[in-house]
T-cell receptor, first 113, second 119 residues
Framework: LAKTTQPISMDSYEGQEVNITCSHNNIATNDYITWYQQFPSQGPRFIIQGYKTKVTNEVASLFIPADRKSSTLSLPRVSLSDTAVYYCLVGERYGGSQGNLIFGKGTKLSVKP | GAVVSQHPSWVICKSGTSVKIECRSLDFQATTMFWYRQFPKQSLMLMATSNEGSKATYEQGVEKDKFLINHASLTLSTLTVTSAHPEDSSFYIC???????????????FGPGTRLTVT
């Protein structure tokens, strides 16, 4: 499984757009990029998944350059409730034959009023 | 969306006793379930992978005799912490993965977690 590197923490203010970048230099051809959000004392929640270019859903966008060695999670107009830890994971779409996910350290996003 | 539940949400037990944590997929069949442990201010660490009807696969360093996992049905997996000690106090999270090709498709769905405190 490809290793990922993310900033340990980020600060933002309400209403701003937040971009969290994840590096995954050793991403394999079959790997997808998935982002999860975790609030304190809760299980992670799936945000978005992509393979290349851009993916958008109701909560976020995921930008993946052509070389796929990095990706950027974009959260539009964050609110206080977006304060959480965001994890970037790289692996086969269904997690491979085992399906296990390997979590890195994540990025702690703090949104201030 | 797919829902995974855990029970109990928190538990306090005395050192030396055993405690069982249940993980259920409520609206889909989970062929594979995973158990994670998370210490304060740390990331999730995979403990084991369980497939319905077969023995669990444990990650390196996880004692299989201490953390007993049973995946008896397509909707239920249990983690039993045997002879618990204070150092086993942690946040235990399960996740479930559906059958490939059937909803839910892409991602694992996580339970809300169980806070275990061993006194």
């Amino acid at each position: 499984l490809a290793k990922t590197t993310q900033p340990i923490s980020m600060d933002s203010y309400e209403g701003q757009e937040v971009n969290i970048t994840c590096s995954h230099n050793n991403i394999a051809t079959n790997d997808y990029i998935t982002w999860y959000q975790q609030f304190p004392s809760q299980g992670p929640r799936f945000i978005i998944q992509g393979y290349k270019t851009k993916v958008t859903n109701e909560v976020a966008s995921l930008f993946i350059p052509a070389d796929r060695k990095s990706s950027t999670l974009s959260l539009p107009r964050v609110s206080l409730s977006d304060t959480a830890v965001y994890y970037c994971l790289v692996g086969e779409r269904y997690g491979g034959s085992q399906g296990n996910l390997i979590f890195g350290k994540g990025t702690k996003l703090s949104v201030k009023p | 969306g797919a829902v995974v539940s855990q029970h109990p949400s928190w538990v306090i037990c005395k050192s030396g006793t055993s405690v069982k944590i249940e993980c259920r997929s409520l609206d889909f069949q989970a062929t594979t379930m995973f158990w994670y442990r998370q210490f304060p201010k740390q990331s999730l660490m995979l403990m084991a992978t369980s497939n319905e009807g077969s023995k669990a696969t444990y990650e390196q360093g996880v004692e299989k005799d201490k953390f007993l996992i049973n995946h008896a049905s397509l909707t239920l997996s249990t983690l039993t912490v045997t002879s618990a000690h204070p150092e086993d106090s942690s946040f235990y999270i399960c996740s479930a993965k559906g059958r490939e090709g059937l909803p839910p498709l892409y991602e694992q769905y996580f339970g809300p977690g169980t806070r275990l405190t061993v006194t």
